[in-house]
């Protein structure tokens, strides 16, 4: 292991763990400008963080270990999958970190952890939350897979760091193909991170909800780590797309003056992408959840036609 | 120094088989105990030459026995035959360790003896049955295999449960039988040899024959839908440890089959690999859609066997496509992947059984509704467990992911294959194999939850207690197994020899605990300490009941109705009135009940049509003798007129 690497472990953590907060406002702050109110401000889930922080935690007299352990699981899980999604700086891959594969799997790990830790309490809203929660991402999953299996096809790689490289030697603009998958990648970006349509983020104690039914029972600081993996969830996908589709400015040596560009470059798209998150989320009514499985059928559909265009041409 | 430690091994497994047999009148805990140790040492000694044979990779030829010129019981260790050797060697011992505390608490006195001494009986015949170097001498093992097995699923033979799956396990496994012995016949018309030789690669008809008789004997016994009706029923009725060796190995020796024959006799066509691959696939989503619906925590197991033995197929299947394609290389990693990942599921799936046995055996009752809440007065299992859960959900790090990783690997790296049609059907059963393996995380998570989380849900479950250490330590090792295996996988493939494009699990381990350990020190420095015990959000109930608590059959609903065309129900009413024109209504009665797709419509039409042609054939026997003398007098006719004619 490299001297380059070690620094880009920390340098990728220490950067996702910084923004991501921001995001999940900025799209709150869209969402609330488009609903003609001003908004809290950007730095509201910083703030809640914070606080958060400080409060005690309440465990139910139900539950187990499982409750305890889930919240420093998740996110290690998802700090670890972060580390696989460059967001500024591409070094060579080692040991296989970057595979597409294991990437998808360590988020599974956190959501198996989340989906037990919802059921431990023994609440209704938490078993509900994890049911639905298991039950959507078994079906989008076949769906996920092909949009992989795509990327690994077009890239001719399995490995994340090997696609970036790719597109940031060859630059913007992207291939048509690119742009298609970017769209599939962009439906699993929904699914994945519980927005509208497939669910809501902002509802708290309604039926309809899925992930927030499924931390219902988390408080305090375990609550902390929860709200910061499923924001660092978020920018981990976003920043997969944005590496993809849009890759300018991406540093591929390691100096400080490329590191910087490259993380202004990508604020700048990411914040970007937020804000067209956040104008797809207010103009969708969230979907009844049995109407789903058509959603899912689509974009599996859709993926798969590239794949086939890919195939025969 | 292998020929003597194989031979040393049979002596023990046949002592430990024996001594209950002329023993079988005392009920002696250390008759019981004396057997299950041979079967400790004998596994740790096949386990010693297997690995032996592994990491040198030569094969060990010996005759055993030959009565006359062209019939032996000749032996062969090879690489292959070492690899399921180890596999038996691991599960065997970590079972039979487990089974010497589980019997003592099952019932039925002097009884237990016989299940000690088919126990060994079954494991000695998988050995053989893997070390045969003759299609004859495998064929004689695999079904003293069959018959030993037969026995152990017929432990609780008085309860009709068992009655039921016996006879179901015993016809389905003779027919598996009946296709091998075809199979191997056909490949001696071909050969004019009982010896497992490479048939040169001329498509004949012949081939094919043999090759789909093989492929439905082994399907049948590993559990191929559609022939995977025995498994959920044979499981739930034999005792637990029992489900872990046939579920854990048996199949797996379905496997070492199919695999040897494909490997030593055929030159696989590509549409053989297809058959496999959709086989496979097959059943695979269905095993886990139907493993999802099953509450009998032993029938989820035995379908979620059906769904592993689908992957292992999938590599298989690709094996051969890739093979058929000349891709040597994507060839050898589909058929590591697929090995691996059976000797994955011979260590998480029999941790799975074991460890349910003990929360059966805790709460008398196999049915996830009633239990619940039992990580707290049964941590130790409900750790072991959750072990098993995350290997059979395919979490990074453990076992169950690596292996299907190699599967993931070789399905991603299929854009060599020339043919566009292949391309697309190998990109279906990607999707189909993605599919599987997110629901099966679904199905553990439900699993896991219903037994172990939340309230206890029957007076049983809240009074259970943790198992006693001897019924702990042999899921122990599975475990640590399970966890070894997964996090040093890369460092194991090149131990063995092989370069596989794994990523580090090692390293990723470590990132992982790194991650945790920063995250918890952080959290120690900056966040507050304070923790309080209290009840948490109840829906405004006064205080938390566990009848309000999320069921296995709630957690599974969404899933239910998403893929209610394949969980279809049928629906009867019954009313009886009390007067003639159907006015007054008496009493009447209703159920639904899920259908049973393929009993209904494939093996029940089969029975009765062979019930059926037996009726014609029995009224030939009608008991009157001048009938018979009739017989004899035409069969001599016919003779005479026969020999005159040819002869």
Request: with cysteine; aromatic share 12%; hydrophobic share 55%.
């Amino acid at each position: 292991m490299n001297f380059d690497f070690v620094l880009y472990l920390v340098i990728n953590t220490a950067i996702i763990l910084a923004i991501s907060p921001l995001f999940v406002s900025l799209i709150k702050k869209v969402k609330a400008w488009t609903q003609g109110r001003s908004g809290p401000s950007v730095f509201q889930t910083y703030f809640t963080l914070i606080k958060l922080l400080k409060k005690e935690v309440i465990y139910s007299p139900n539950s187990s270990r499982i409750m305890r352990v889930t919240p420093l699981v998740t996110l290690a899980a998802i700090l670890v999958a972060a580390l696989f999604v460059p967001l500024v700086f591409v070094p060579e891959p080692i040991g296989g970190i970057g595979n597409i594969i294991l990437f998808l799997y360590l988020l599974a790990l956190a959501r198996f952890f989340m989906a037990l830790a919802g059921l431990d309490a023994g609440s209704c809203f938490g078993g509900m939350g994890s049911s639905r929660e298991m039950s959507i991402s078994s079906i989008i999953e076949p769906t996920t897979i092909i949009v992989f299996a795509a990327l690994a096809f077009v890239f001719k790689s399995l490995n994340i760091f090997d696609m970036f490289f790719l597109t940031a030697a060859s630059g913007s603009p992207a291939t048509p193909t690119l742009i298609l998958i970017g769209i599939s990648l962009f439906i699993i970006l929904i699914v994945e991170t519980s927005r509208i349509p497939v669910d809501n983020p902002e509802t708290h104690l309604e039926l309809t909800m899925i992930h927030e039914g499924m931390i219902l029972e988390q408080s305090g600081r375990n609550l902390a780590l929860m709200e910061l993996s499923s924001a660092v969830k978020m920018t981990v996908l976003m920043a997969l797309l944005i590496n993809l589709i849009v890759p300018f400015g991406i540093a591929t040596t390691l100096t400080f003056a490329g590191i910087l560009i490259a993380v202004i470059a990508f604020m700048i798209k990411c914040s970007v992408l937020a804000g067209v998150i956040g104008l797809f989320e207010s103009s969708m009514a969230k979907k009844r959840f049995f109407q789903l499985p058509s959603l899912f059928a689509m974009a599996f559909f859709f993926s798969t036609l590239i794949i086939i265009i890919e195939v025969f041409s | 120094m292998i020929v003597e430690l194989f031979i040393l091994s049979l002596v023990i497994l046949l002592a430990g088989s024996i001594f209950p047999l002329i023993t079988a009148s005392f009920d002696r805990r250390f008759i019981r105990t004396f057997s299950f140790s041979c079967t400790i040492v004998a596994s740790l000694l096949l386990g010693m030459l297997s690995l032996m044979t592994l990491l040198k990779g030569d094969s060990v030829f010996f005759i055993l026995y030959q009565p006359i010129p062209g019939f032996s019981l000749s032996f062969v260790i090879d690489r292959l035959a070492s690899f399921f050797l180890f596999i038996i060697a691991v599960v065997s011992s970590c079972v039979a360790l487990y089974f010497t505390g589980y019997i003592e608490h099952e019932n039925g006195s002097t009884r237990r003896n016989l299940l000690c001494s088919c126990t060994n009986l079954f494991v000695l015949a998988m050995v053989l049955v893997v070390a045969s170097a003759n299609t004859i001498s495998f064929f004689l093992f695999w079904e003293l295999m069959a018959g030993a097995s037969f026995f152990l699923v017929m432990y609780e033979y008085s309860q009709r449960d068992t009655i039921k799956a016996g006879i179901f396990y015993f016809v389905m496994t003779q027919l598996s039988s009946l296709f091998i012995l075809l199979g191997i016949i056909v490949l001696y018309i071909i050969s004019g040899s009982f010896a497992f030789l490479h048939l040169s690669p001329v498509s004949a008809p012949l081939i094919t024959l043999a090759f789909l008789a093989l492929f439905l004997g082994f399907s049948i016994k590993a559990g191929i839908i559609p022939f995977h009706k025995w498994l959920p029923y044979a499981h739930p009725a034999s005792p637990s440890p029992v489900s872990a060796l046939m579920s854990g190995v048996m199949l797996k020796i379905a496997v070492y089959g199919i695999v040897r024959f494909l490997l030593d006799v055929f030159t696989p066509d590509l549409w053989w690999g297809v058959l496999i691959l959709a086989a496979g696939a097959a059943s695979a989503v269905l095993g886990v859609i139907y493993a999802l619906k099953e509450h009998d925590v032993k029938g989820m197991l035995a379908y979620s066997s059906i769904e592993n033995i689908g992957i292992i197929f999938i590599g298989v299947g690709l094996f051969v496509i890739f093979t058929a394609s000349s891709l040597p290389l994507l060839a050898t990693i589909s058929l590591l992947g697929a090995l691996f990942h059976a000797l994955n599921h011979s260590l998480f799936k029999s941790l799975l059984f074991l460890t349910s046995g003990s929360v059966v055996y805790a709460t008398g009752t196999r049915d996830i509704e009633h239990m619940g809440g039992l990580s707290r007065s049964m941590p130790v299992t409900s750790a072991l467990f959750f072990v098993g859960a995350l290997s059979i959900a395919a979490l990074p790090p453990l076992n169950g992911f690596a292996s299907e990783l190699l599967i993931f690997i070789a399905f991603f790296s299929s854009v060599t294959v020339v043919d566009p049609l292949f391309k697309v059907i190998l990109f279906i059963s990607l999707a189909l194999f993605a599919l599987t393996s997110a629901l099966s995380a679904a199905c553990f998570v439900k699993a896991f939850g219903s037994i172990f989380l939340a309230l206890p849900r029957s007076q049983e479950s809240a009074a259970a207690r943790e198992v006693p250490r001897t019924m702990l330590i042999g899921p122990a090792i599975l475990a640590a197994a399970c966890i070894l295996l997964g996090v040093f996988a890369l460092q194991i493939f090149t131990i063995v020899g092989f370069a596989v494009p794994l990523p580090d699990m090692l390293l990723v381990g470590l990132l992982l605990l790194g991650m945790a350990v920063l995250t918890y020190g952080a959290l120690y420095f900056t966040a507050s300490h304070e923790v309080r015990i209290s009840e948490t959000w109840g829906c405004g109930t006064l205080s938390q009941k566990a009848s309000s608590e999320y069921s296995g059959h709630g957690f599974s609903e969404p899933l239910d109705i998403i893929f209610s065309a394949i969980y279809r129900t049928r629906t009867k009413n019954e009313r009886i009135f009390f007067d003639q024109k159907n006015c007054i209504f008496k009493e009447g009665r209703g159920e639904i009940r899920l259908l049973k797709v393929f009993e209904e419509y494939l093996y029940r039409p089969i029975a009765q049509q062979s019930m059926r042609l037996a009726k014609e054939v029995s009224r030939f026997q009608n008991g009157c003798l001048d009938t018979y003398l009739f017989y004899v007098f035409i069969t001599v006719i016919a003779l005479i007129i026969f020999l005159g004619w040819f002869a």
